[in-house]
């Protein structure tokens, strides 16, 4: 029945270049993204040539100063393309934001000449970026890290292992969080480190439930020695540059969230469509209806904030609860609306046979990375009602 096959996300665009931008992702991930996703998927194989069309095609640096080679594109566009290879393959979308996020401690904090060395690489030159902030000991208190960097000169020398690294031991650069001072948050410092650089290696990548063609490893610095010219910021800088950081990458988590939901939507009015039982389309059944439309305003409904958020990153305002807020709605969003999704599809929901079971696993670590939910609870209360007594 081809008035219930789904359509594409009617999406509200500032300008008719990001009309066209959007256009483009669409094309890219119909051709090139989709059609391998759940194979690649299964075999747990990173797409690293979909990276290379990416910054062939300026999709990889579209929030940042065209100046060194970005899309100069507002945070409202930036992430309904963030949402549109989501939906294609997390593993796409998630390292497109991740990427992102390892580039913004050079594009916001670094200085003109490091920017001008380094981002045109970064941001069309096919390099891919990782992220190191959490360690072993350390995920949600990220301020007690423990890995040390000591001055040697005009160098720095870096020991200690960073954990749940996306990218890790693929990536060309890595944004690492070191101590270089005293105890807590004001002893970090951020520093910009080649994904070659002696004493540089990851561990095998974890098996995880879901999101297995993106690698996530521990990262080992054994003695990496860095140039004072690739410290970021001022020391004792690191973690204000961290947390900035992670307020514009909540953002991203949560439009690939929002694209992970859309795509377990649509896999589910599809299938109800052609599904028939008892003489009609399951699509035809009230309560199927109402779950139907209840997935899809859960999914409006965290769109919309996550483009208020980002309208008020770009306008210069203040966002950092709204980050929280749309981190924490769209990803458990997403995991209610994938759960639905395989319950629509009933046993053939559960099977690999459709992507449905695929996406319900995929939605579980939205929950979890770049700060758990509860953390963004924290978050939210603090701006409500201040900081915690101790």
Known sequence: MPDRAPQPVDRQLPT?????????VRDIAQREIAPN????????????EVFTLLSDSGLLGLPYDAEYGGGEQPYEVYLQVLEELAAARLTVGLGVSVHTLASYALATFGTKEQQVEHLPAMLGGGMLGAYCLSEPASGSDAASLRTKAVRDGEDWVITGT?????????????????RTGEEGPRGITAFLVPGDAEGLSAAVPEKKMGLKGSPTAQVHLDGVRVRDARRLGEEGQGFAIALSALDSGRLGIAA????????????????????????????????????LADMATQIEAGRALYLSAARLRDAGLPFAK???MAKLLCTDTTMRVTTDAVQVLGGYGYTADFPAERYMREAKVLQIVEGTNQIQRMVIARHLAGPEEH
């Open 16 to 24: 008719d270049e990001a009309r066209d931008l959007i256009s483009l």
């Open 37 to 48: 996703a759940a194979e690649e998927e299964d075999a747990g194989r990173f797409p690293r």
């Open 162 to 178: 960073k954990a749940w690294i996306t990218h890790g031991g693929i990536a060309d650069f890595y944004t690492v969080m070191a």
């Open 256 to 291: 690939c969230a929002i694209g992970v939901a859309q795509a377990a939507l649509d896999e589910a009015v599809s299938y109800a469509a052609q599904r028939r039982q008892f003489g009609k389309p399951i699509a035809d059944f009230q309560g199927l209806r109402f779950l």
């Open 322 to 324: 709204q980050a929280a």
